[in-house]
C-alpha cells in the first residue's frame, strides 16, 4: 500500500468503525500503547529487534478478553480496541495492568533481559469521539500526553487539546455554524468539456466565514471539523446540502452534475450511503447526478472483505459516480484503478500548472489520460489557468477542465448567471 499511514493503523480504524456501528449504546474503548526502550535495544542485531517486537505483542495478547482486538501500528506502538465497554473503569485497569506488568519486570528476549516501560493512552465512544478515526487519535493523544508528562497512563480529556485563542475562537464559530451560527456554504467551481466548450458539472467547493467575517480557508475548517470530533454531522449536512444544490439547479432549468470531496477515511463509516440516499431521496434526484471525489486514496484498503469494499459496494449500488481526486500522486495504478471502478480520474494540479515548461509533466499527463481511456475513465484536469494549457490538454485527449481559466468557485446564483451568460442556456422548465 502505497501510503505513509501504518497499515495497522487502516486495520484499528476498519475494526473501530465497524464496533461503533454495531455498539447498540455500548461505548468501544481505545487502548494506545507505547513502548519506550531502554537504550540498550537500540544496539541489538535486527532480528532481535524483531522478536522484542513479537515478544511485546504476545505480551499484550496474553491480557486481552477473548473479543477485544490488537494492531501494531509499528514496532513500538499498539493500538487496542475493546468492545462493549460499559464504563471508563475498564479502560483504566486495563492501562494499569500493562504498566505493572511491563514497568515491574523486564522482557525476557532469547535469555536477554531487557527494560521496556510502556506509556498509555485510552479513549471511550462517544465521549472521546463519535466516529472510528477521532476516538483513536483520542486515544493516541492521551498517550502522548502521557509519555511527556511521565504519567504512566492517561484517559483522554479535551484539555489535552489546547487551542491557541484565534483556533479557541474558531472553533467556538464552527460549532455554532451547525446551528444558527456562520453558515458554511457550498460554492461551485464549473468543470468545463474541453471538445463542446460546455459546463455539464461543477465541483461544491466548502467556504465559510468566521464571526469576524473573514474567510477561513478550507483544509483549515476540515482541520477544526475533524479535532472537534464533527465529522459525521458534518458529513450529513455536506450530503443535505449537495443535494439541495442539484434540486436549485435544477429548477433553474440547469442539467449540470454536481460532485463533492469525500476523503478515504469517510469511507471508513458505514453509515456514509445511508446518509447519501438520505439526502437523495429527501430531494427526489437521480443518484447519478452526485459525483463522490475521493482524496487521500492511498489511506484506502479497499481489498475484499474490508470495510472499505463493502461501503464502496453500496455507494455503487445506490449509483452514485465515483472519482479518484489524486490521481497521480502517490496512488497505485492501473490494477487498483480496476477495482475501485470509478466514472473519472482528475489530474492533480501540481502535474498541470507546469505543463508547458515541464516535460515529465506532460509525459505524465498523457499517461494519465491514456491508461484512464483505455478503462472507459473520463479525465478532468485540475487548476487549468491559461488558454495555452488548456489547448495542450485538448491535445492529449483531456475531456474536461477546471480552474481560474474559466471560473473560480462561485456562489450558487452567481454560478448559475455564469453558465448563461457563457453558454446562453435558456430557461427549460423546471422538473418538480
Not at 463542446?196 to 468566521?210: G, P
Not at 497505485?332 to 473519472?344: F, H, N, T
Not at 479525465?379 to 495542450?392: H, I, K, M, Q, R
Not at 481560474?404 to 446562453?424: D, I, K, Q, S, Y
Amino acid at each position: 500500500m502505497d501510503s505513509l499511514i501504518p497499515t495497522g493503523f487502516l486495520s484499528a480504524l476498519t475494526e473501530v468503525s465497524a464496533r461503533m456501528a454495531g455498539s447498540e449504546g455500548q461505548g468501544v474503548g481505545v487502548i494506545s500503547l507505547y513502548a519506550q526502550p531502554d537504550a540498550a535495544l537500540y544496539r541489538l542485531p535486527l532480528e532481535h529487534l524483531r522478536r522484542f517486537e513479537r515478544a511485546m505483542e504476545r505480551q499484550i495478547r496474553a491480557q486481552l478478553r477473548s473479543h477485544d482486538s490488537l494492531f501494531a501500528v509499528d514496532g513500538k506502538e499498539w493500538l487496542i480496541v475493546l468492545p462493549r465497554v460499559v464504563s471508563t473503569a475498564v479502560l483504566t485497569l486495563g492501562m494499569l495492568r500493562f504498566e505493572r506488568i511491563f514497568n515491574e519486570n523486564p522482557l525476557v528476549v532469547d535469555g536477554l533481559d531487557l527494560p521496556v516501560r510502556v506509556v498509555c493512552g485510552a479513549a471511550i465512544s462517544p465521549d472521546h469521539g463519535q466516529d472510528g478515526f477521532h476516538l483513536l487519535q483520542s486515544a493516541r493523544i492521551a498517550g502522548l500526553v502521557a509519555g511527556r508528562s511521565d504519567c504512566g497512563s492517561l484517559l483522554f480529556e479535551p484539555s489535552m487539546e489546547r487551542s491557541a485563542p484565534n483556533i479557541a475562537v474558531l472553533e467556538r464559530d464552527l460549532r455554532t455554524a451547525f446551528s444558527g451560527g456562520p453558515e458554511l456554504e457550498l460554492w461551485l467551481q464549473p468543470k468545463v468539456h474541453l471538445y463542446s466548450a460546455e459546463c455539464r458539472s461543477a465541483e461544491a467547493l466548502l467556504r465559510w466565514r468566521d464571526s469576524m467575517g473573514e474567510s477561513v480557508p478550507p483544509p483549515v475548517v476540515i482541520g477544526l471539523i475533524d479535532r472537534l470530533g464533527l465529522r459525521h454531522r458534518f458529513n450529513r449536512w455536506l450530503f443535505q446540502q449537495a443535494a439541495q444544490v442539484l434540486h436549485q439547479l435544477r429548477m433553474e432549468g440547469l442539467k449540470i452534475d454536481v460532485s463533492i470531496n469525500l476523503s478515504a477515511t469517510d469511507l471508513y463509516d458505514a453509515e456514509v450511503p445511508e446518509l447519501i440516499g438520505q439526502a437523495l431521496s429527501t430531494w427526489n434526484l437521480e443518484a447519478g447526478r452526485l459525483c463522490l471525489e475521493i482524496t487521500e486514496t492511498s489511506m484506502m484498503d479497499e481489498t475484499a472483505g474490508s470495510n472499505v469494499s463493502e461501503v464502496l459496494q453500496r455507494l455503487r449500488q445506490l449509483g452514485v459516480a465515483l472519482s479518484i481526486d489524486d490521481f497521480g500522486t502517490g496512488f497505485s495504478g492501473m490494477s487498483r484503478l480496476k477495482r475501485l471502478a470509478v466514472q473519472e480520474v482528475k489530474i492533480d494540479r501540481s502535474f498541470v500548472i507546469d505543463l508547458l515548461t515541464s516535460a515529465r509533466d506532460r509525459e505524465i499527463a498523457a499517461s494519465i489520460i491514456d491508461l484512464s481511456h483505455r478503462l472507459d475513465i473520463e479525465v478532468t484536469a485540475e487548476g487549468v489557468e491559461d488558454a495555452n494549457t488548456a489547448e495542450l490538454l485538448a491535445g492529449m485527449g483531456c475531456d474536461y477542465i477546471q480552474g481560474f481559466l474559466h471560473a473560480p468557485a462561485l456562489p450558487l446564483a452567481e454560478f448559475v448567471a455564469w453558465v448563461r451568460a457563457r453558454e446562453g442556456i435558456g430557461r427549460e422548465p423546471a422538473q418538480t
